[in-house]
């Protein structure tokens, strides 16, 4: 399996807690998609073999561009790449662009949602983060709670595969009330929810209201305390915990993000976006303006690392742990090493006795109280001096 991620570096305006690269203003619009169009034509050898069989619309907000935009870009893909007969195709869509779609009498079709059915999405990632008021302002959200309801009331309508994003550990927020925000997802039959801590990243303007005191700093013990509730409510209610922060219906998983975290190969078209052809990992420049001028010079825009084997191997711990798939110790050997899997099972020694990881068909899995710290776990097994 591959995918293209394809990133749309826009949205209407910042939100208090995003570090991702994006542009509140639309200024560039037409000539960066005409530019992520050539970048997939310049990069259609890196898998001249490959079948592609997922197409990822991430950003920013892909919701801000329009279907013939979207169209067109999905036909890029078709006509570069060998595209699987069922892919997987999704956009990340924000609440308020859908309601005020809805209302546009520029759409042809019945509504934005049989629009996109129409080009080929058939997969909905929709910004929710909150149902509460309070939440959506203090993290500066474009969409208010009803326009967050009335979208599910109609996005359910078209879809049967969507994915929400919820946040926890708001500041203010309650216990009880990330308990209602979880049972009114499910009221919408909602089969994947992605769900995250917020976190306060460097030179956000999150991090300059807690300096100030305008908001509270984020509670660590609080959000491990709704990390609970949100895994023992959903699990009650069929959804597999199938990643740290992904909980779907079986046969609703994130084809897309599991090829991320199986370690497939993928392509990122997009100032900013991310590529991993297996031992190389590349990124593009963090500037919509640079990236335009170079793609439009013919030339790629980007870094390249090729990964050691000990990058591999630690790479593969992190996202491993993080899964329902583990970390398969014949897999250590056999791509990394004797010496590696011998090591990883002595520095899994004391989480094992803590009761944090265990082993079982020869994988190495986190455990349920182990969960919420597997990144910090995953860091104490990686390898640090390979000789």
């Known amino acids: 399996m591959s995918g293209i991620y394809i990133h749309i570096p826009f949205c209407k305006q910042a939100c208090h807690y995003c570090d991702f690269h994006f542009s509140t203003s639309l200024k560039k619009r037409d000539e960066l998609v005409i530019a992520l169009a050539k970048e997939l034509e310049m990069r259609k050898g890196e898998f001249k073999n490959i079948t592609v069989e ?78 509460f008021e309070a939440d959506l302002k203090l993290m500066n959200r474009a969409h208010n709670t009803e326009e967050a309801k009335s979208c599910l009331e109609e996005a359910t309508r078209y879809f049967d ?78 959804f597999v915990h199938y990643e740290l922060s992904n909980f779907g219906k079986k046969g609703f998983f994130s084809r897309n993000n599991s090829a991320y975290w199986q370690g497939k190969p993928y392509i990122g078209i997009g100032p900013s976006a991310h590529s991993f052809s297996g031992n190389e990992r590349s990124w593009n420049i963090r500037n919509n303006s640079k990236y335009i001028t170079a793609i439009e010079a013919g030339t790629f825009p980007k870094e390249t690392e090729t990964l050691s084997t000990t990058d591999r191997y630690n790479e593969y711990v992190m996202t491993g742990l993080r899964t329902v798939w583990g970390v398969s110790l014949e897999k250590v050997e056999t791509n990394y090493g004797l010496h590696y899997k011998k090591y990883l099972l002595e520095q899994s020694l004391p989480f094992i006795n803590q009761q944090l990881l265990y082993i079982e068909d020869e994988k190495l899995l986190v455990t349920k109280k182990g969960k919420f710290l597997s990144d910090g776990i995953a860091s104490d097994l990686f390898m640090l001096n390979p000789s």
């Open 54 to 131: 997922t197409i990822y619309f991430g950003g920013g907000t892909p919701s801000l561009l329009t279907i013939k935009e979207l169209d067109f870009l999905i036909k890029q893909v078709y006509v570069n790449y060998k595209v699987s007969e069922a892919p997987e195709i999704t956009i990340e869509a924000n609440p308020d662009d859908l309601i005020k779609a809805e209302q546009s009498v520029e759409i042809d079709s019945e509504s934005i949602f049989e629009a996109y059915k129409n080009i080929g999405i058939n997969r909905l990632s929709i910004g929710i983060q909150s149902f």
């Open 161 to 238: 595969n969507i994915s929400i994003d919820l946040i926890y550990g708001i500041p203010g927020l309650t216990n009880k009330q990330w308990q209602q925000n979880i049972e009114m997802a499910l009221s919408y039959g909602i089969p994947h929810i992605s769900s995250y801590a917020l976190t306060v990243e460097p030179k956000t303007a999150l991090e300059s209201f807690i300096k100030k005191g305008v908001i509270a700093n984020v509670d660590d013990d609080l959000a491990h305390e709704q990390f609970h509730i949100l895994v023992e409510t959903l699990e009650a209610h069929d």
